[in-house]
């Protein structure tokens, strides 16, 4: 396991707020060299800590204007059919495993209440779904983050070298 510093973090930060920036826009707005922001984001991707760069899609501009969760209760051992069937449903998102009554929670996002209807059919359809709950998400007052986080953990460590953080 890797353990992230001020500068990581830093970068990161940089690439959240815009992921276009270039090695050397990233190095002349940090104060350190092309190299240095080059091999950190190197590590930082062989690590596997940084996944990609991807668009952010905003679902609703999109026309997916009813977004929803579904836990998903599943009979013992059909877990790879159930995850095989939900990537054949468009509407789907993402899917997590989880603890509780639920075994897995889908995020669903779709066009029009009917529509993800028909998803939700569809997934009861799928062998080895014992059980569905759908909540249908309304807003989202605070999207998926994880800078905080990184900044709370790299908070004590190093910048990786002796100067301060640029103002």
Do not use: Y
């Amino acid at each position: 396991m890797s353990s992230l510093d001020r500068l990581d973090s830093e970068l990161i930060k940089r690439l959240n707020t815009n992921a276009r920036a270039g090695v050397a826009e990233l190095a002349a707005q940090l104060g350190i060299s092309r190299n240095t922001v080059h091999a950190r984001l190197q590590r930082l991707e062989n690590e596997g800590i940084l996944k990609g760069f991807k668009p952010v899609i905003d679902l609703e501009a999109a026309g997916l204007s009813v977004q929803a969760f579904v836990g998903l209760e599943l009979e013992q051992r059909q877990l790879p059919h159930v995850i095989a069937g939900l990537r054949s449903i468009p509407q789907v998102l993402e899917v997590t495993t989880q603890a509780g009554r639920e075994d897995l929670l889908v995020r669903v996002a779709a066009a029009t209440l009917a529509d993800l209807q028909q998803a939700v059919a569809s997934m009861i359809e799928i062998q080895g779904v014992r059980h569905s709950n759908t909540t249908l998400s309304v807003s989202t007052p605070l999207p998926f983050r994880v800078q905080p986080l990184l900044d709370h953990l790299s908070k004590d460590s190093g910048w990786g070298r002796s100067t301060a953080l640029p103002g």
